[in-house]
């Protein structure tokens, strides 16, 4: 299956700092370097145009509407039979993605990979933010299962809301369960959701918010590999450029990309 590849210009929502809407234009520099390799690990070639398509960023206003549109220019990605990879922005773009992908895959099984659980009921009176998209997610029934990886920036809130809404949470160090947690998952429909913070900063620092003692790429890779299922959908979220060291960052949601890519295209 082919993977259509959408830019989510939008960090209108970030609680703190702003700079994640420049992150798809860093992702392509990095992706289609020349310099680069254009192979997966498993050696699908993730650039061809057979496997991979570049849908360009959705068209946003800046409007109340914007989140409708994120919507729709991923439903129309979906609902062409492609695989949908987006490119944030900041992780609120997960929420209006996700109503695309439960629309045509009601009880979508999502995996969650990030320092924070964002499952806040209710931060800064914004219920877009992107301290909440999960939250969203799951008290409108719109994923079945949600498994988070990374975890290390919990809340007594935060641990409340993941156990009202059966939330599978697991800490860098519990990699190993979180392993099997996902391989568990079995067939059906499957999504990952990819904030880089998730990883240690000094794998990835073009990012707003530090947490150390993250998880390593290899770590987070493993995690692709072990996916079960059919992967209809991703995104790469959070990366700030103004943040980054040599595009190191630009370099790890690259890398990302291409694994995502053979992914989507050998087990659907
Ligand atoms: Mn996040
Ligand atoms: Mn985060």
New binding site residues.
Partial sequence: MRTSMLGVCWDVHSSHAHGAALGPGAIRQALWDEAGNRYSLSLVDALDTSMLVDRGDVALTGGEGDADLITAAAFDILDGGDQLLALGGD?AVTYPLIRAVASLYPGVRIVHI???P?LYHDFGADPLSHASPFARIMEQGLASQLIQIGIRADTPHLREQAQRFGVQSFSPDQIGRALAAVAALGDGPVYLSF?L??LDPAFAPGVN?YEPGGLTVREALSVIHALPGRLVGADIV?LVPGRDLQNATAKVAARLVKELVARMALRD
Avoid: F, I
Wanted: aromatic residues 0%; charged residues 50%.
């Fill in positions: 992780h990030d320092a924070h964002d904030d913070d998730g918010h959070e």
